[in-house]
């Protein structure tokens, strides 16, 4: 049964800094891997999807890598801002989409 | 174009009762899927729907919940003598193509079910 891990559940650091949400599956039959963007009491919005085929994914500040092999997924966010402040969420489509619980993350201005 | 709708945004309902979500897909798109999000937790699968028939239902928690899509297009997702364990956000998303794979799925902004 694929299940999904996101480490750690929190996470507050000051503006400026880079960072690392990491997502983990324990089945590497995947589609693709999806993470997302979950501001307080609103949707979801997607960030980045990448392929079971592909290595990484980047879009502005964000790069997301994938190994299927270890079952890992990263989230990498440079040069942190305040607006960055939200729940992100990883998600595996083995054609449902299997969801971790999220990172809760506080950029400190 | 216009992305996956779902009305209403929030519904607050009295246990017991019976009610429905609805869920426009983005126009062409052959799949669709319901997910239910609690607080504090990411979102589980429910149903997922090629064309008109549910091709799994597996994720639906019990016989209380039920999904129609008679025409391959909009769908509902009906609750009946809801519980107040109901309460939760319900997401609709749609793709392309279904089971297979590499499509993205499409999400709404998401029905806030509150049951008292």
């Known amino acids: 049964k694929q299940e999904v891990t996101q480490i750690p559940a929190a996470l507050s650091v000051p503006e400026g800094e880079n960072l690392v949400l990491n997502c983990s599956f324990t089945d590497s039959a995947i589609y693709n891997l999806q993470w997302f963007r979950q501001d307080p009491g609103k949707g979801l919005t997607s960030l980045l999807l990448i392929q079971s085929s592909q290595r990484e994914q980047t879009s502005g500040r964000l790069n997301a890598s994938l190994d299927k092999s270890s079952g890992r997924s990263t989230l990498y966010i440079a040069a942190s801002q305040p607006g960055d402040s939200a729940t992100y969420l990883c998600a595996v489509n083995v054609y449902q989409l299997i969801w971790g619980a999220g990172t809760k993350l506080i950029i400190k201005p | 174009g216009a992305g996956v709708s779902q009305t209403p945004s929030n519904k607050v309902t009295e246990k017991g009762k019976y009610v429905e979500l609805r869920c426009d897909p983005i126009s062409g798109h052959t799949a669709l899927y319901w997910y239910r999000q609690s607080l504090g937790q990411g979102p589980e699968f429910l149903i997922y729907?090629?064309?008109?028939?549910?091709?799994?239902d597996s994720g639906l928690p019990n016989d209380r919940f039920f999904a129609v899509r008679p025409e391959g297009s909009v769908s509902t997702l009906k609750i009946q003598r809801t519980e107040r364990g109901d309460s939760a956000v319900y997401l609709c998303?749609?793709?392309?193509?279904?089971?297979?794979?590499?499509?993205?799925?499409?999400f709404g902004p998401g029905t806030r079910l509150t049951v008292l």
């Open positions: 998303a749609s793709s392309p193509q279904g089971r297979g794979g590499t499509n993205e799925q499409f």
């Open positions: 729907f090629q064309g008109t028939g549910a091709a799994d």
